[in-house]
């Protein structure tokens, strides 16, 4: 894929775009969604709400490829559901496994009233 910034990747939304409204996502928990064919997997923790663009970087499949569980009990890891992969679920570094050495490509995200959409940092 070769692209390290969120807004290089084709169809990316624009900064402002709305994404879901914020009850659609609970807390804690992922969402997958496609934003006109941009695959977006949205993270809420105890610390934050994050965004990453959907895709592995091994095989470039959706996180959730194979069941929506890709949040640890801890709320710590996203593993990929097809192979185990562990990544930050704050930063979207890769900490285990088939993830080391590599990451995540952030997408920026920001609730307000009542909202989620895309952010522009």
């Known amino acids: 894929m070769g ?3 969120w807004r290089d990747l084709p169809r990316a939304p624009a900064p402002g775009a709305p994404v879901c409204t914020a009850g659609a996502l ?4 992922t969402l997958g969604l ?4 941009f695959p977006l997997l949205l ?4 610390i934050g709400l994050f965004g990453y663009f959907n895709a592995c970087p091994h ?7 194979r069941g929506g569980r ?3 009990a801890d709320e710590r890891l996203l593993r990929c559901s097809n192979h185990a992969a562990g990544f930050d679920a704050a930063t979207g570094q ?3 496994g088939l993830g080391q050495g590599c990451a995540l490509i952030p997408v920026p995200v920001e609730e307000t009233g009542g909202e989620i959409r895309i952010g522009s940092t």
Do not use: F, I
Not at 43 to 46: A, D, E, F, Q, S
Not at 59 to 64: E, S, V, W
């Open 3 to 5: 692209a390290r910034d």
């Open 26 to 29: 609970a807390e804690p928990g």
């Open 34 to 37: 496609d934003l006109n064919g």
């Open 43 to 46: 993270v809420r923790t105890g």
């Open 59 to 65: 095989q470039h499949l959706p996180l959730d490829w």
């Open 70 to 72: 890709v949040l640890s």
């Open 94 to 96: 890769g900490v285990e």
